[in-house]
């Protein structure tokens, strides 16, 4: 069965995403076991289930804020400690 998923496996995206199919629907069109195209779908990351979908919304958005806001902050640190650090690799040399 999993020779048939992976060889579908751009239909079933085709039709999960562009066709706003359900699971179910896919598996039925292609002639798939529900559980299999499930089962697939959740391991890419694009499955619609509600709690699987808040969950991974609030981890990437919690991650996208977390990135930008070290990354404006490690900037700012490397500005500011770079020339200090070289000086005082200097005075203990």
Known sequence: ?????????????????NQHMSGDQVAATLGLSPYNVKKYLRDKGIARNRTES???AAHTLRQKAAKAALSAYEMQELRESGPYSHAITIVHD
Do not use: G, Q, R
């Not at 069965?1 to 995403?17: F, N, P, Q, V």
């Open 1 to 17: 069965m999993k020779t048939a998923i992976k060889s579908e496996s751009d239909l079933i995206e085709y039709y999960y995403i």
């Open 54 to 56: 808040t969950s991974k």
